[in-house]
């Protein structure tokens, strides 16, 4: 089977908690470092598909949550240039399956082809640090 590739924040609580719901379901990750990723814009762009922008992005992020980096208006580049740039701005996690990417832990094409299921009303996508994320986003 292809090896789930797991790009966290290293030390980052969600993405603990989610790698632990993956080894729960019988999905070992492969877990690698987001932040240190030589990402580029066409290395990077896949794992979002076709979201909306403002979904791309990590509203836990503080240039986020300050306003600094404002993501109601940006473009697609506009985004990807300060995601590598800045990769705390990812949303995260970023999962691949072979060729198949998504943003984040919630229902998606990776998480549907390994099958794991995610409990209705489960939140394992949102920052259990952060209760306060500005209500024009997605979740984090």
């Given amino acids: 089977m292809t090896a789930l590739l797991f790009y966290e924040k290293p030390g980052c609580i969600g993405n603990q908690q989610q790698q632990a719901e993956l080894r729960r379901q019988g999905v070992e990750p492969?877990?690698?470092?987001?932040?240190?990723?030589?990402?580029?814009?066409?290395?990077?762009?896949?794992?979002?598909?076709?979201?909306?922008?403002?979904?791309?992005?990590?509203?836990?992020?503080?240039?986020?949550?300050?306003?600094?980096?404002?993501?109601?208006?940006?473009?697609?580049?506009?985004?990807?240039?300060?995601?590598?740039?800045?990769?705390?701005?990812i949303r995260r996690p970023l999962l691949q399956l072979g060729e198949i990417r998504q943003s984040g832990y919630v229902d998606g094409p990776v998480l549907q082809a390994l099958g794991v299921n995610l409990e209705p009303g489960e939140d394992l996508q949102s920052c259990p640090m952060d209760d306060a994320a500005p209500e024009w986003g997605a979740p984090a």
């Fill in 30 to 89: 492969v877990v690698l470092d987001l932040l240190t990723t030589p990402w580029t814009m066409d290395t990077l762009r896949p794992f979002f598909g076709d979201t909306p922008v403002n979904e791309w992005f990590n509203l836990s992020a503080p240039a986020v949550k300050s306003g600094e980096v404002d993501i109601r208006h940006c473009t697609e580049a506009d985004a990807l240039q300060w995601m590598l740039a800045r990769p705390l701005l």
